[in-house]
């Protein structure tokens, strides 16, 4: 019974990891006892998709045209969904193209 609460717990920190910046401290702060690895794949992937988006997505809102800006916001937000729907199924996918680097850049949380 402990364990299933302890995996409803990591999928809940690796949730919350998605939820902007906050919910990546959140998680991190959460996850700074136990060092689960699931949860630290999961907020790799969502702090490093939150700073990416935040940085690119100030260049882009600058352009003030949905043809430029529009594209943005859908990609991130399908990136975001691909990382919740892992993270709710338990599983460990890598957010496409970008993952990778970000798994590589945040290796000691």
């Known amino acids: 019974m402990n364990t ?4 409803s717990n ?3 920190f690796a949730i919350v990891s998605y939820l902007h910046i906050i919910g990546a401290i959140i ?4 996850n700074m006892e136990k ?12 702090l490093g998709l939150t700073l990416l988006s935040m940085a ?3 260049m882009v809102s600058g352009f003030d045209n949905w043809l430029v800006s529009g594209p943005f ?3 991130f937000f399908i990136l975001w ?10 599983q460990m996918y890598v957010i496409p193209v970008i993952g990778p680097f970000f ?5 000691s949380i």
Do not use: C, E
């Open 4 to 7: 299933q609460t302890d995996n």
């Open 10 to 12: 990591n999928k809940i």
């Open 27 to 30: 998680s991190l702060v959460m």
């Open 35 to 46: 060092k689960d690895p699931f949860v630290s794949f999961h907020i790799r992937q969502g």
């Open 56 to 58: 690119i997505g100030t």
């Open 73 to 75: 916001y859908i990609f």
């Open 81 to 90: 969904i691909y990382g919740i729907i892992g993270a709710i199924q338990g």
């Open 103 to 107: 798994q590589k850049l945040f290796k």
